[in-house]
């Protein structure tokens, strides 16, 4: 059973241009989570989905940022426009139901701006 | 969500064991306390969660006092591989999870 997996694994992108973050969930788990890590930080929660829906946004940036897990597909973590700021590492995570405080990651996209 | 405080960061030597201390003065009674593994450049790995006294499994051990302001994370005779940032999460079993900076843990040979 494959675990969470997240592509890129590192994304180079200069100021300006969007970056994609993609993630596919563990089999069998509809719920998805993005969470971003600065340097020597722990990880800041961003948006919670489940297939189609989002349920908690949260922790998003107000503008530029978007994320989606369409019905099919992986899910998506959209940013337009970007900023030096906004490198770091994205992780994913996925759980099979809500309730739990156990919730599996993916390797991250570390993304660099340039 | 109940904030935590551990210490920045830990040595041990293999073979050792590691004890790590969370505080969490204002848990609430619904309020969970998990802890999670982070690997240099990878993502999170649950530990270990318990509510009160004493749980264990292959990894790890927590125990928790009756007040539950405070949780201890105890790792048996560590690894190198043992090296890692450990993080105390408090809150109810909820979506979102709240990490703090953690406790660097490196182990010496």
Redesign the interface.
Known sequence: NAG?MQNPRHLVRRRGQEARLRCSPMKGHS?V?W?RQLP??????MV?LQKENI??E??MPKERFSAEFPKEGPSILRIQQVVRGDSAAY?C?SSPS???????????T?LTVT | LAKTTQPISMDSYEGQEVNITCSHNNIATNDYITWYQQFPSQGPRFIIQGYKTKVTNEVASLFIPADRKSSTLSLPRVSLSDTAVYYCLVGANTDKLIFGTGTRLQVFP
Do not use: C, N, T
């Open positions: 969470v719920h989570y969470y020597e930080e722990g990880l800041k929660f919670y349920i908690d949260s922790g992780f995570a809500r309730d739990g405080y156990e919730q599996y990651f993916g390797p991250g570390r």
